[in-house]
């Protein structure tokens, strides 16, 4: 059984470009590492987003439905962000 695909894929020049000077680099040995390399870390990234809007995000907001009173204004914040900035 087959554990692979084959795919044709359009690129930008400047995509082509990257992916090419990997392989040169010696980083990878082939295109298709590069692509699975990059398939990888745009998986890894979705599963960090899910992460932080399930155990986050998520609970924040629960947070704020069940007690509205204890969130801060879109002032209050931008208040507490300009003193930060002054005090460095």
Same mark, same amino acid.
Request: cysteine-free.
């Given at each position: 059984? +087959?554990? *692979?695909?084959?795919? %044709?894929? *359009?690129?930008? &020049?400047?995509? !082509? @470009?990257? =992916? +090419? #000077? +990997?392989? #040169?680099?010696?980083?990878?040995?082939?295109?298709?590492e =590069?692509? /699975? @390399?990059?398939? /990888?870390?745009?998986?890894?990234?979705? $599963?960090?987003?899910? %992460?932080?809007?399930? &155990?986050? !995000? !998520?609970?924040?907001?629960? !947070?704020? $439905?069940?007690?509205?009173?204890?969130? /801060?204004?879109?002032?209050? =914040? $931008? %208040? *507490?962000v /300009? @003193? +930060?900035?002054?005090? $460095?």
């Amino acid at each position: 059984m +087959r554990t *692979t695909q084959q795919f %044709s894929i *359009t690129l930008t &020049n400047e995509m !082509a @470009e990257m =992916v +090419r #000077a +990997r392989v #040169a680099s010696g980083d990878y040995v082939s295109e298709s590492e =590069v692509i /699975r @390399e990059g398939l /990888r870390a745009l998986g890894d990234r979705d $599963r960090a987003i899910e %992460s932080w809007l399930t &155990n986050t !995000a !998520a609970t924040a907001l629960d !947070a704020i $439905r069940s007690s509205p009173q204890s969130g /801060r204004t879109i002032e209050q =914040v $931008r %208040s *507490t962000v /300009r @003193e +930060r900035k002054q005090s $460095r």
